[in-house]
C-alpha cells in the first residue's frame, strides 16, 4: 500500500503530463537500434522484429537480448550500446510484443523458445549468449531447455522460473487478468504501473511509460492486450527443467524488486547447475532500467567468462 500511494502522489505531481500523440501503429515507434529488420519464422509461425549492434567479427559469443513482458526492446537502451563496444548484440522483441506478430493464438513458452531460436537463425547466429528480464528470463531458460548446445551462458534478470510465483499471483493471471481489463486502463493507469515496477522514473522509463500511453490509440492495441495476456498466463504457470540446464548462468535480483523475491531468485541459482547469484540493493524489477551501472558490474566480469 505505501509504495501505491508513493506512486500516485508522483502522479499527481507530475501532473500525468505524457507529452506524445497517440501511434497508429507498434511499426511507428522509434527504436534506438538503426539495424532492426522484421524476420520470419516458420516453425513459429509468426514475424520477429529483431535489431543488431556491434561488430559481426567479433571472437566473442553474441548476446541475445529479450525483454520483459509487455514492453520492447527499448529497455536495453541505456546498457547495449555498451555491451556492443566489443560484441555482436542481437536483440528481440518477443512474439505479440513491440513491432513483432501480435497472433490470437496460443504462446506456450516453447513457442517463444522457437521464435528467439529462429530469429536467430535469421541473423545468422548459432551459440550466443541468451540474456533476458522477466518474461525475457523465463523465454531465456525455455530456449536453453529446448536446444542447449546454442546456449553459451545465461543471463537471468528477475527472471521467473526458481519455483511457482505466489498462488494469489498466479489466480489473478489465470482468472483476473484478461485483454478487457488490460485495455481498459487509463492512462493514468498505465502511468502508476509503470511507477510502480520502475521506482526512479528514469528518462527511459519515461519513455516507456509515454510509448504505452501512446499506443493505446493504436490498431494493433487489442491485439496486443490479447496476446500479451495470453502469454502472461504462460509464464506465471512456466516450470523449466533446471537441473539439466548446464550452461554457466547469471542470476540478478533486485531488492526493490515487487514480484520475483529473493528467495526464487535464490532457488533459481541454486537449482541452475553452474548458476550463480548477484544481488543489486535497492534496484527493482526493471533493473536495465532503473539501476544499469550496477547491472553492468556484475553483467560486464560474467560476460568475460564466456568462452
Known sequence: ????ALALALLGLLG?????????SFQDVPYDYPAGRLVWCPQAGLHVYVAELGPRASEKPPLV???PWGLSMTVWSDIAPQLARDRRVVLVDLPGHGKSDKLHTRYPMSRMATAVL?????VGVDRAVIGG???GGATSLAVAERAPNRVAALMLLAAPGGGLLPEPARHAARTMANERWLE?????GWFVGVVAVERSLSPTAARIRDDLVALRRSREWSAWCRATITILRSVAEYQPALERITAPALVVHGTGDLLITEGLNSALAGRLPHGRLAVLEGCGHLMEVECPEPLMAEVVPFLAEVR
Do not use: I
Open 16 to 24: 500525468c503530463h505524457h507529452g506524445k500523440a497517440g501511434y497508429a
Open 65 to 67: 537480448l529479450l525483454h
Open 1 to 4: 500500500m505505501r509504495r501505491a
Open 133 to 135: 528480464n522477466s518474461l
Open 118 to 122: 529462429e530469429a536467430m537463425d535469421a
Open 184 to 188: 481498459s486502463l487509463s492512462d493514468e
